[in-house]
């Protein structure tokens, strides 16, 4: 079986330099807001070259701190509106009307799933605060047109950059882009944790010093509570994870457009529609988190593979603005993400998935 994603695999590259450091944690009685959180985001925060960097507990609550840290700063208030792409996670949408704030959908380009930049004015309104951009599958999705209108209508950019990291635009990493982005370190992810871990960067110090109160109960002092907030901190255990495996990022990416260069260049099947990037493949814009292919008979090429012992999975089968959770939008339509989620698969890629592997998928993907 070649699975979609071996974790194990990709955790025990690092073995003895992560045995290491879980250790030292472990006999430093310290495990909470200690040195690992520190040096993971000193080291963070000099890779995507920003001011700032806060470790949180996870994706959603990198990006639900932002736009609460926005409200406490006086920037947003409820009820004000957050443009996001229609076919997203969940997660970029949850980020928003947890904050009694309203996602404005705007749908995706066919080609690259990401927001649809043209589309975007035209959603526009005296409520919009911020565009939430995600960097879908590990493409960058950015352009001076968008840091244009953001500026003229005085919003916000807020990266969701949970599948992007080390991802690059003019040499500007994503993360670096808009005012305030989030990050997730979920195992699966390009950069994973050992469980659940996020961190929000921004060159907005105001911005991050009300984060760093957010997520540890309001308080920038012991037992002195400035905001109504939350516990959300990234540990020292998977802090101490992530710096090690923050070292190999690049490296890994790396791996991964080798086999998205080998997917891209020997797929070739009238009934498969391969994914568009905006540059070409040696350009850094693209991380390849997931490598998703198009087709009219998905479920039937999914289940087709699965015989063949090719593990695939499909994001998203549903989009937000269809799901139960979100019902009073589910009159709405947004014809873009509802065709996406019936025709995309995604392909097996990671930095351990090996060429014999790679050999196989493109053989039986091509003999479909
Ligand atoms: C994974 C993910 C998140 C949420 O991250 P968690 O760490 O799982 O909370 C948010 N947005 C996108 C696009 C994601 O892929």
């Known amino acids: 079986m070649i ?19 879980l250790m030292k944690v472990f006999r430093s009685g310290w495990y909470l807001l200690g040195e690992e959180v520190a040096n993971f985001e000193a080291n963070l925060k000099s890779y995507i ?32 509106e957050v443009i996001v792409p229609s076919n997203t996670y969940i997660a970029s949408v949850l980020a928003i009307s947890d904050n009694n704030l309203t996602p404005v959908f705007v749908e995706p380009d066919n080609t690259t799933f990401n927001i649809d930049i043209e589309k975007i004015e035209g959603k526009i309104t005296s409520k919009t605060k911020a565009i939430m951009i995600v960097h879908l599958y590990g493409q960058v999705v950015y352009s001076e047109k968008l840091k244009e209108i953001a500026t003229r209508y005085n919003l916000k950019i807020i990266e969701d ?3 992007a990291i080390g991802a690059e635009w003019n040499q500007i990493k994503t993360g670096a882009l808009g005012d305030a982005a989030g990050f997730s370190f979920y195992p699966g992810k390009n950069l994973g944790a050992l469980g659940d871990a996020g961190a929000v960067t921004t060159n907005d110090k105001d911005l991050a010093k009300t984060i760093r109160a957010l ?34 990022i690049d490296k890994d990416n790396q791996k991964r457009r080798i ?10 099947n009238s009934e498969i529609t391969l994914p568009q990037i905006e540059n070409c493949i040696n350009n850094k814009n ?15 090429l999914q289940k087709y593979l699965e015989e063949k012992n090719i593990q695939t999975l499909i994001h998203y089968p549903i989009p937000p603005h269809k799901q139960q959770a979100y019902q009073k939008y589910n009159h709405t339509t947004y014809p873009i993400a509802e065709n996406l989620c019936n025709e995309v698969l995604s392909l097996p890629i990671s930095s351990v998935i090996n060429s014999e592997e790679v050999n196989k998928i493109i053989e039986s993907v091509n003999k479909y």
């Open 161 to 163: 950059n949970a599948q």
């Open 286 to 300: 693209h991380v390849w988190h997931l490598f998703v292919i198009k087709t009219n008979n998905r479920d039937e």
């Open 3 to 21: 699975k979609f994603l071996d974790l194990q695999k990709t955790n025990l590259q690092y073995q003895t330099e992560i045995e290491e450091r």
């Open 49 to 80: 070259k920003v001011d700032e960097a806060i470790g949180v507990a996870n994706g959603l609550d990198a990006l639900r701190l932002i736009l609460k840290g926005y409200k406490e700063l006086g920037f947003m208030k409820d009820g004000d």
């Open 215 to 248: 997520a540890n109960y309001g308080s920038n002092k012991k037992y002195v509570n400035q905001y109504i907030g939350l516990n959300s901190r990234l540990d020292e255990i998977q802090s101490a994870v992530l710096d090690v495996k923050l070292k190999y």
């Open 259 to 268: 086999v998205a260069a080998r997917y891209l260049n020997e797929i070739i």
